[in-house]
């Protein structure tokens, strides 16, 4: 009997009783009307309907919509449509599902499960902007209906999450503070970045069940992300008070401390953590990897890092554990301790290279390039072939000036990979460093030919071009990379230099270098160029002005104070020319024009 029951509830639908619509007019009414149908076409009616409920029930879709279609044929109610619609979205037939469900609500605009089937169509088909408006049709037909205003919010989420809070919360005011509701409010705000609103709907979630420590876990970080610090703490302690032994609220509350950059109050935290048998490994190392990447910008941090990692290793012997050890003993110039930390390293982990390079991208990207020729240097020993150990330990040697050195590490990288920009430009730039001129344009052109709009790439070959004298090549290149950025410091500031040391188009260079000094008002080569531009112009006060900048900011170097030394000179100043001159010779005593100065006492 149960089986049937959903058959039964729908032919009371369809041809339903005094207590619901007449769907079948009464004998009176037919006889009024003429040719309407005979009782006995009604009965076969019926009887297709019954017989298509009783398919529809064993899931005998097909053959459900037969049989509606014959009771169709003979008594065409809105009912048999929202059947057959009905079916037809079973068997995932959406058009016809559309048409018949649309025909159902034609034909009776008040029912409001033919609008729920006609919503669903819609829905199926990723129509949701059609299926918003059904749905808010039935709101209007019956405002008290719950069950449509979950519907509508579910499909606001994706495209229109505003909405969906305004609706969620219409159903709050309905049946009051429900869990489901609530979470997905929480949830939306948190997606709009709204973590206050989100923290609101989460507290109000937790006066429902007061005890659910994870939901205290969460409100702390809707109230972190907030930046609502003391809240956050206030609610991850009030989670340690009822739970001291919980590693993840401790972890929490650790956070908490390093978003208020309370780096050490957050380490007393990571030393519970540490103390716990239960946490792995893998968190451990993370904790005291989190140190030790914050020690490379603060380096009061330096030995709560060594201390994590050290009560890491009287537990385990790990490999990870031995290079941030090693790192560590680098940062404390201790190389000895360093070399034997990543031997362990090596030993126990002879197969993996990843750590070398995380580890060595990781001080170069810090700009920490001696220490990372020191790391690459021993990885290079264990994994010669690989790309990116070469390349890294490349970049870090020609960073550190050492381009003979660094130009091995690049070209093997440019072998093992023709076709990555960065070991191609790179190798560009360290054989222009080398004077390697032609051999550096054939790589930078290769990388060009890849990355045509590379900036940097540019840059480097116009500074090869303006070496080389190739005026023409030169002016090219610079006005390439101008026409994609015409605000790059560094292209407008040495395509104005390369102008004035022509002394040609000395007005736009001087407004270039105007444009790299907005950008960069303290940078020492940049102060440097609107300075000899000025001594180009014949305008030797305000020459001296910013070459003396140029060099109290950047220290003394050869070019900039022989740019002095010549602009003392010109204003009358030569026996203190002559001493700068000496100054600069003795910097760079491969210049031979400065030493003729030096020798004739004046330009």
Known sequence: MLKYIPVIASIIFIFGCSSQKQIIKSNSEADQQGNKITRKLKDEALSHFIDGSVDEAKEDFAAAILEYQDALSIDPKPGIYYALGKNYLYLNKLPLALANAKKAVELDSSEVEYYNLLSDVYVTANEFDSAAVVLNKIISLDSSDVGSYYRLARIYENQKPLKAIETYNKITSIIGPDWSVLIHVAELHASLGDYKDAAASIKTLLTLDPSNTSLEKLLSEYYLKANMYDDAMKTINDVITSVPDDSDARERKAQIYIAMNKWK????????????????LDQKIRIGASYFNRSLSDSTLLPVAKRIFETIDKDTANWQVKMYLGAIAINEKNDS?????????????NWNVEAWVRLGGLYFDNHKYEESVKVMSEAIKSFPEDFRVNLILGLALSQSGKSADAETYLKKAVELDSTDVNALSAYGYTLSQLKQNDEAVIYLNKALAISPNDINLLGTLGLIYDTEQKWRECDSIYNKALAIDSSNALINNNYAYSLSERGINLDEALRMSQIALKAEPNNSAYLDTMGWIYFKLGKYSEAEEYVQKSLKIGGD?????????????????KDKAKEIWQKAYDLDKSNLKLKSKIEKGEL
């Open 265 to 280: 109050d957050a380490a007393s935290e990571y030393s519970f953590i540490l103390s716990q048998p239960k946490v792995s």
């Open 337 to 349: 301790a360093a070399i034997n930390n990543f031997k362990e390293a090596t030993s126990l982990a």
């Open 557 to 573: 170097k050869s070019d900039e104070l022989e740019h002095l030394g010549d602009i003392e000179f010109k204003l009358g100043n």
